[in-house]
């Protein structure tokens, strides 16, 4: 096969094909698929282009971006080919990732090509041109990010080595992306110029005011991050804390810090699995902050028993958790392939039967969707920001798989196909002192 950025000719079985460059070849090709003319301008790897010139710029800098399609067509495929720097979105003619995924999402919307079936002439007319391009392969290697999980589905040893995928890079590389109080969740912003530091604060007061925790007050920060819940209940708060994960470098994180402050009588961090909480009855309050999500459909009921027998009768009980309708419960084939394994989300009304199953009284649900998008649209400038060191930590492949989940993740709350919930719950059987007017 010869190319040049304008003329492919292929000698093919059934006779001499010339058409013009690759990149129309394979706009002929899913113009079907996509409801007519491809809506992007591609480049492909022989230089040449087709599509709108109107349209974001997509190159094609390899056959396997292709390949990888063909085996996952969609969203994965797409992914995998966007991580490995094979397809690539440059930012040019005004066009940025945020904006060209945005005007892709916008098309398929205008064009409904969730039901489009294309025919079987049409099929077989795709298989041609990717006969003539030698695209029929074995599939490419998984890129190196991709989790690659195995075990029973949301047993102890899984989940751990769920979290370690995502949260064990290192702590370096998160405190290049969040603020110092390393909070990896929604902030509380009074003003989109907020700085993310005093949003994050914020959010965390909420939730200690929400809690009621005072001075003495004993909590249970499950799935406790970097500690940041647990920190600024001890230092601001006066409150004695014990914090539960499952990721060992965020436990030796908190520990240097429990141990800089001087909080070693105030503040316990475990690595324990919130199945293995003993206490019953214990606790005066218990916050989750954007961990139940990561337990799955099956297990909620058992977090959800957790959080209700941990604390004491009248004691108030608090979750700040991602929601979610649709067919997509994990996020997508890209989430749950590269950030999150075995996530699973759903619409917050669920989520608040279950917890009302468990024995909870649900009193105050807030909706903070609109807060995510000014947190994300925070870390996306440090990521930016620090982008050198970054890929010194870890690679260029991992910081684009990043730069795809903080981008696509700040559309998908804008857009209102994810949402963000906190859920004020006390246990009955006790008195309660919640104001009869909230003040929060």
Not at 173 to 191: K, N, Q, R, T, W
Not at 330 to 356: C, H, K, N, Q, W
Not at 396 to 421: C, H, K, P
Not at 429 to 437: A, F, R
């Amino acid at each position: 096969m010869t190319t040049n950025p304008h003329t492919l000719v292929e000698e093919a079985g059934h006779g001499r094909l010339e058409t013009t460059g690759i990149a129309q070849r394979l706009a002929d090709a899913v113009a079907p698929f996509v409801g007519g003319e491809l809506p992007v301008r591609l480049r492909a790897w022989d230089g040449s282009e087709a599509g709108s010139p109107d349209g974001p710029l997509v190159v094609l800098h390899s056959i396997d971006a292709v390949r990888r399609l063909l085996w996952h067509p969609g969203e994965l495929g797409a992914a995998q080919a966007y991580v490995t720097g094979e397809l690539d979105v440059p930012e040019v003619d005004g066009w940025d990732l945020d904006k060209a995924l945005t005007y892709a999402f916008a098309v398929a919307k205008e064009r409904g090509l969730s039901g489009v079936r294309p025919s079987p002439s049409a099929i077989i007319a795709a298989v041609r041109a990717a006969l003539d391009l030698k695209a029929i392969s074995r599939p490419p290697a998984a890129p190196a990010s991709q989790a690659n999980i195995k075990g029973r589905l949301h047993s102890a040893l899984r989940d751990r080595r769920a979290i370690s995928h995502h949260y064990d890079l290192s702590n370096e590389f998160y405190s290049l992306i969040l603020e110092p109080h390393m909070a990896y969740s929604s902030g509380y912003h009074s003003s989109p110029d907020q700085p993310l530091r005093e949003a994050q604060e914020a959010k965390l007061d909420l939730v200690l005011t929400k809690l009621g925790v005072t001075e003495g007050s004993t909590l249970l920060d499950v799935g406790c991050g970097w500690g940041s819940m647990s920190l600024r209940a001890a230092e601001k708060f006066g409150a004695r804390v014990v914090g539960v994960t499952i990721a060992a470098e965020q436990k030796k994180f908190i520990d240097a810090r429990i141990a800089e402050r001087g909080l070693g009588d105030r503040v316990e961090i475990r690595l324990q699995d919130y199945r293995e909480v003993p206490e019953r009855d214990h606790f005066d309050a218990v916050s989750s902050i954007e961990m139940g999500e990561h337990v799955g459909q099956r297990n909620y009921p058992t977090y959800a028993s957790v959080l209700h027998r941990s604390v004491k009768p009248g004691g108030r009980v608090l979750i700040q958790q991602m929601s979610r309708t649709g067919k997509w419960p994990g996020g997508g084939p890209f989430i749950e392939s590269f950030i999150a394994p075995d996530m699973y989300m759903r619409p917050v009304g669920e989520t608040v039967a279950f917890l009302e199953k468990a024995g909870l009284e649900v009193r105050d649900v807030h909706g903070l969707r609109e807060h995510y998008v000014l947190t994300v649209a925070g870390w996306l400038e440090r990521f930016h920001a620090n982008r050198d060191r970054l890929i010194e930590l870890t690679d260029e492949e991992t910081y684009r798989v990043w730069e795809l989940y903080l981008v696509g993740g700040s559309m998908a709350f804008r857009d209102g196909r994810m949402g963000v919930d906190q859920i004020l719950m006390v246990r009955p059987g006790g008195p309660h002192d919640l104001p009869l007017v909230r003040a929060f």
